[in-house]
């Protein structure tokens, strides 16, 4: 199985890098450098660059800790980190929260004729964007997290549920209420998803 | 476009981290998985003027959870041994520790940091400290009770223990007493060669649950041994893994520095906190203190505690290896 988003030309899978850890702990780096922009920026997008910094850092160093049981069957880490960062981003609620009011503020104001805009691809990136932080700022966090991780961190539905270490069957439910929601918030009705 | 598409694409494009916080992060990995190895830098000694009020604001303003320190009593303390403050601000961990956790782990990428030597069987360790005490009249009253504003002497306390446990001296009154163990006294001691082997949390926590011949406090080790940076550093790491460990957000200025207390609860209305600098993450100190009202029933007699009241305040002035008891550099 080939490892993708990674940067750099390695072919070593994730999972070889971990398990050479295990004998030079020095090679955790590799990971670390395949991996932290895309923790950090998936940290950033829902709690801003200040607390992206330290949650980002603790995601490695967590990781790090517990290397010896991470699944050798599974090449890519990304499911792994994001999991990890997941649960980090969960002990910032409050700031995940007052992050989307602050967004859904930032966009109140503007007006749009939703429908027909977002059909034709040119919602104002503002309104969408306060629409859907005060949509995000609603949904439970166990769907938030599904659907973030999705939309943002770009895993599948497979890798999003091992992330959050939840049955696949959960984790489509939650997906499909989350993007329902979203749907919703965006005034685009309630289709089937894509 | 669909929602998912809207909603990658609304929020802006990702974020690039700033190369220095890749760099910090990245330090604070490669310290990680190289505990103990941690290249020694020179230390700075500095000339740290202490300044600890004895006067009743001092207790008061410890119950609110800031002390104001008054500039009465002032004590020059010489040679202190403190971490280099620029450079490890500079690549901590996490530049802004919003948990107890982030706190601990800069407190242990920082005592890493300082310089050692390993001590010989026949050196000491000294710990110097300034411990806050009630009036003699009212500890022998109410040994047990709180600070009380107004009615306090700040104690200077100095010990020596032998690295081999076998001497421990201590300044009383003026005069060095010193001790050995023997047929008439005897003490029980941690072996120092067992503490220099703890430089990972998990041994530290395995230690610290293995049967032994003396009870152990984290909390109280570092307050009473000389450990080796990377056991020091292990010994916070531990701590940060204990369950119920809180930041108290409240600044606590012991000292004229800055301060920031890390405390477990116990007892379900005290607080025990180790108290760090707030700027440089070295550990400065300890307090108790009640964060709740209590009532306490006893056979003889029932006493009260409020919210607020401090128990116990000791700053730490002094700790470090030398050849004799008696000596403080």
Partial sequence: ?194 | MDEMAILREAFGPEADPPEAARQRARTALLERTQPGRMQARPTVRRRWPLRVGLTAAVAAAAVIGVVTVENLNTVEERGVTRPESRPVVAALPYAHPASATEFLENAAWTAARKSWQTPRPDQFMYKESRSLRNTKALEDRAPNGPLVPGRTRLMKVQRWDRIDGQVSARMDEGKLVVERQGSTLSWVFVPYADLAELTTPEQVLAWEKAPKDVGVDLDALLGQYVLPPAVEAAVFRAIAKGKGVRLNPDAVNIDGRPAVGLGQTIEGYLSQELLFDKETYALIGERLVAIANHKNVGDDGTSYVRKGDVFRQVVYTASRIVDNPGDTK
């Fill in chain 1, 1 to 194: 199985m080939v490892v993708t988003h990674h940067d750099g030309p390695s072919t070593e899978t994730d999972a070889d890098l971990i398990q050479q850890a295990s004998r030079s702990p020095e090679r955790f780096a590799a990971l670390f450098d395949r991996h932290y922009r895309h923790i950090y920026a998936y940290a950033a997008r829902r709690l801003g660059v200040d607390l992206a910094e330290d949650v980002a850092s603790e995601t490695f160093l967590i990781a790090f800790d517990r290397r010896g049981g991470y699944d050798a069957g599974r090449p890519d880490a990304r499911p792994w980190l994001y999991g990890i960062a997941s649960n980090l981003i969960a002990r910032h609620g409050r700031a995940e929260t007052r992050r989307y009011q602050t967004l859904a503020r930032i966009g109140s104001d503007e007006l749009v004729d939703g429908h027909d805009d977002l059909v034709a691809g040119r919602i104002d990136a503002g309104v969408a964007r306060g629409r859907l932080a005060r949509a995000l700022e609603r949904l439970p966090r166990a769907e938030r997290d599904v659907l973030l991780l999705v939309a943002w961190a770009g895993l599948n539905q497979q890798e999003a549920a091992a992330a959050l270490d939840i049955p696949a069957g959960t984790a489509r439910s939650r997906l499909h209420r989350a993007r329902q929601e979203m749907r919703l918030a965006l005034g685009a009705g309630t289709e089937g998803d894509k």
